[in-house]
Every structure is written in C-alpha cells, then in structure tokens.
C-alpha cells in the first residue's frame, strides 16, 4: 500500500470518528439547554408541529446511534495502541492501565464541572474489562458482544413487560415541575451547576451499569475484531459489501428507530429494547454510506473536512460541553429553556463547524489536539512532541503532520494511538 493510500486509509477512520462526534452533541446539547429532558418531558414552551417534527427526526435518525459508533472506533483504537507498544517495547497493560487513570480522571472532572452526561468514565471501567480480554480469540469476542446486546435487550423486555414503571417514575405533572426546576437551577452559578451534576450521578450510575457500560463493551469487542482484521484499512468505497450493508442495515436500524419513537423514546423499556438491539445495524449503514461518500472523487472533501475533528476527539467532545456551559447556564450568557428544537441543531451545527475550522488550523501547527497530548504523555510516560516538525525535517514521503488518535478511550485514531470520546447512551 503506498504512503498516500495509508493516509486516506488513517484519514477515513479520522473522519468516520468526527462525523459521530457532531451526532454525540446534537444529542448532548438537548440535555445542556434545558432540564426537560433529562426528566423525560417535553418542555411545554415548545410544543409546535414544528417542535415536534424536529424531536422525531432526532430521535429516528440520531438518538442513541452515534455512541456506537464511538464505542466500536474506541475499540478499533485499542488494538492501535497494543501496536504501537510492540513496536516501541514497551508493556501494553502498563500503558492503558495509565490511559484508562487518566480517563476516569478527565471523566469525573468533566461530569462534575461541564456536563453530567459524561461517558468517559464508564468508558474507562470497560476498558478494564477491555484489557482483560484482549487476547480472546475473535470468535469469543463476538460472542461476548452478542451475550452483551442480548443481555440488555432482554432486560428491556423484562422490564417493560414486568415492572411498573409508574412506582418509582414520577407522574407527568410532577415530571413538568422537575424539568422547570431543572432549568431554573441551570441558570445559576457554579454553585448552582456543580450541585445538579451531583444530582445527577445515582442515575447515570445505574444507566451505566445496565446499558451504556455493557453494549459499550460488546462494540468495544467488535471494534477489537475489526482493528485486529484491519477492515477500515483495506476500504476503497466501491466495495458491494458497502452497498450490501446499507440494503440490510437501513430498513432494520430504521425499523427499530421507528418502535423507539413511536412507543415514546427513553421513557418506555420496549422501545429503548428496540432502539439497542437495531441501533447497530443504522449506524453501520451511516458508516457505510460516509465511507463511499469520501472515496468518490466528486465528495472526497468530506473525509478532508471530518478528520481534523475526529483526530482531536477528545478535546473537541470537552469542547462541546464547554460551548454548552457557556451558552446555556448562568455561567455564560443563561439561554437555557430559550431554545427551541430547531435553534438546537443550528447551534449544534455552529459550535461543529467553527470545531472544523479550528481542528484543521490547530493541527497545521500541532501534533495533537491539547487533551490528546496530555493523554498521550500520561499513557507513554514521556513528553511527546507537541509541535510539528518544519517540513524538510519530516520523513520522507510524509506530506503532513504525524498522525494523532484518540483510541482506546476514543482520542483519535491515529497510527500510533487510538481515541477516547463518547457519549452517553441515550444522550448519544
């Protein structure tokens, strides 16, 4: 494969990783601008056709979609980082088990103080298990994957067959005073803020542990397979296999899409059941379908305009939740319970193409983004270089910056190092 093939190769990863980072935020910034949702109500303020046409759209094409595929790209990653330590000598359980420090670190200062759907710490907890399992032969893998999906979907059906909601959920009146609550204490101050996060734990706890963390794990497993076969590193775009994934991965990813919303999204079991269980195959055909968009020469630009984004994952994913802070609570400018759906995704696709712009311009300069770096250094135990070398000292045959990732953690996919971002389950 020739030097200008690897990095298309490198760079379709890169790009597939900063696509699903923009869907994480458009799903992230619902619960950032309002406290409507995170208690399973729609905010009476915004009840329009409109309104409502937009929370369908969502929650068909993008609720609970794109944190898998930031799951599968982490364990993709993983299995860049176990390459980079062969080839540098050095002890791989070492090195992610101070990667995976940092990210609980990272994750609990960022639930804390910027956003209390955090993904990364749970993230770090299955890449324990991750670690653990690393030398299971690819069959087992799948397996363990599959075990996991089965696992959670059952206990949806379960749940939603047997438990009566409505003894520990409150009622919709009570739901609409909480969610106003919420808002109100989003206007506050750092005081203010800190304490609804703290609020917040018991239930992304027990999210975690009975969603997020293991269909987390089970495509961190996939995404192992697919790293060890290299499968993203062999796509030219015209393979049938693309065309054959988006036939079957469309209508069934759509299909549950469809019982998700219709049955009332995150506040029924049977359509979250749903939602895991088909969520997968819809992501897949986004996948699929980027990868042929960035390998015809008419669109290739895509893949040049995702990938500074994907690159620096991780420090665009903190980016975000800092651009909701500011925006929405009384730190910044108190917007929240001001925007209307609408004027959410608008935001979202500002605050995602001003990330562009800056990752391409940041990594013109820099090898890494600033959060990827001090990872990286905390995962080798040494100082990385931080600037990019002048371009008659770079080696020969490379046209552009060493390459960075955020894997293992979702940081970026880089040759040397995977990548580290996500989001919460039914926030991403």
Same mark, same amino acid.
């Given at each position: 494969m020739t030097t200008q093939g690897s990095m298309r190769r490198v760079l379709d990863v890169d790009a597939v990783r900063g696509f699903a980072l923009f869907g994480i935020f458009v799903v992230n910034v619902t619960f950032m601008a309002s406290g409507y949702p995170g208690n399973l109500v729609t905010d009476p303020d915004f009840?329009?056709? !409109?309104?409502?046409?937009? @929370?369908?759209?969502?929650?068909v094409f993008v609720d609970m979609k794109f944190y898998v595929l930031?799951?599968?790209?982490?364990?993709?990653?993983?299995?860049?980082?176990?390459?980079?330590? =062969? @080839? #540098?000598?050095? #002890?791989?359980s070492a090195r992610m088990l101070r990667r995976i420090a940092g990210l609980l670190v990272i994750g609990a200062l960022h639930t804390v103080f910027l956003y209390g759907g955090d993904v990364l710490v749970t993230y770090a907890v299955a890449c324990l298990v991750l670690l653990l399992l690393r030398d299971v032969r690819d069959r087992t893998a799948i397996r363990i994957a599959v075990a996991l999906y089965a696992l959670v979907v059952l206990s949806g059906v379960a749940g939603a067959l047997f438990v009566d909601r409505s003894a520990f959920?409150?009622?919709?009146?009570? #739901?609409?005073a909480n969610g106003a609550e919420t808002t109100r204490a989003l206007l506050g101050g750092w005081g203010a803020v800190i304490e609804g996060h703290l609020a917040g734990l018991p239930l992304l706890l027990v999210q975690a542990a009975s969603m997020q963390g293991p269909t987390a794990l089970g495509m961190f497993l996939v995404g192992m397979v697919a790293g060890r076969r290299q499968w993203l590193a062999r796509v030219t775009g015209g393979e049938p296999v693309l065309r054959r994934i988006q036939w079957v991965g469309f209508p069934i990813g759509l299909l549950g899409s469809v019982v998700y919303t219709a049955s009332g999204g995150n506040?029924?079991?049977?359509?979250v059941a749903a939602s895991v269980a088909t969520a997968p195959m819809l992501a897949a055909a986004y996948v699929a379908t980027l990868l042929r968009i960035m390998h015809n020469p008419r669109t290739a630009a895509v893949r040049a305009a995702l990938a500074p984004a994907g690159r620096m994952a991780l420090t665009n994913y903190l980016g975000q939740s800092v651009?909701? !802070?500011?925006?929405?609570?009384?730190?910044?400018?108190?917007?929240?319970?001001?925007?209307?759906?609408? #004027?959410?995704?608008?935001?979202?696709?500002?605050?995602?193409?001003?990330?562009?712009?800056?990752?391409? !311009?940041?990594?013109r300069r820099f090898r890494y983004g600033p959060v990827e770096w001090a990872l990286r250094w905390l995962t080798n135990? =040494? @100082?990385p270089a931080f600037l990019v070398p002048p371009a008659d000292q770079r080696p020969a045959g490379r046209t552009g910056p060493p390459h960075a990732g955020f894997a293992g953690t979702g940081a970026g996919s880089g040759a040397d190092e995977p990548s580290v971002?996500?989001? =919460?389950?039914?926030r991403a």
């Amino acid at each position: 494969m020739t030097t200008q093939g690897s990095m298309r190769r490198v760079l379709d990863v890169d790009a597939v990783r900063g696509f699903a980072l923009f869907g994480i935020f458009v799903v992230n910034v619902t619960f950032m601008a309002s406290g409507y949702p995170g208690n399973l109500v729609t905010d009476p303020d915004f009840d329009s056709g !409109l309104d409502h046409a937009v @929370r369908v759209l969502s929650a068909v094409f993008v609720d609970m979609k794109f944190y898998v595929l930031f799951s599968f790209l982490f364990g993709y990653s993983f299995t860049l980082q176990m390459a980079a330590a =062969r @080839r #540098a000598g050095a #002890a791989f359980s070492a090195r992610m088990l101070r990667r995976i420090a940092g990210l609980l670190v990272i994750g609990a200062l960022h639930t804390v103080f910027l956003y209390g759907g955090d993904v990364l710490v749970t993230y770090a907890v299955a890449c324990l298990v991750l670690l653990l399992l690393r030398d299971v032969r690819d069959r087992t893998a799948i397996r363990i994957a599959v075990a996991l999906y089965a696992l959670v979907v059952l206990s949806g059906v379960a749940g939603a067959l047997f438990v009566d909601r409505s003894a520990f959920l409150p009622g919709e009146a009570e #739901a609409l005073a909480n969610g106003a609550e919420t808002t109100r204490a989003l206007l506050g101050g750092w005081g203010a803020v800190i304490e609804g996060h703290l609020a917040g734990l018991p239930l992304l706890l027990v999210q975690a542990a009975s969603m997020q963390g293991p269909t987390a794990l089970g495509m961190f497993l996939v995404g192992m397979v697919a790293g060890r076969r290299q499968w993203l590193a062999r796509v030219t775009g015209g393979e049938p296999v693309l065309r054959r994934i988006q036939w079957v991965g469309f209508p069934i990813g759509l299909l549950g899409s469809v019982v998700y919303t219709a049955s009332g999204g995150n506040d029924n079991s049977l359509g979250v059941a749903a939602s895991v269980a088909t969520a997968p195959m819809l992501a897949a055909a986004y996948v699929a379908t980027l990868l042929r968009i960035m390998h015809n020469p008419r669109t290739a630009a895509v893949r040049a305009a995702l990938a500074p984004a994907g690159r620096m994952a991780l420090t665009n994913y903190l980016g975000q939740s800092v651009a909701g !802070l500011v925006a929405f609570t009384g730190i910044g400018f108190g917007l929240a319970g001001t925007f209307s759906p609408l #004027a959410l995704v608008a935001f979202a696709l500002a605050v995602f193409a001003v990330q562009l712009v800056v990752s391409a !311009l940041w990594l013109r300069r820099f090898r890494y983004g600033p959060v990827e770096w001090a990872l990286r250094w905390l995962t080798n135990a =040494r @100082r990385p270089a931080f600037l990019v070398p002048p371009a008659d000292q770079r080696p020969a045959g490379r046209t552009g910056p060493p390459h960075a990732g955020f894997a293992g953690t979702g940081a970026g996919s880089g040759a040397d190092e995977p990548s580290v971002a996500v989001p =919460r389950q039914n926030r991403a």
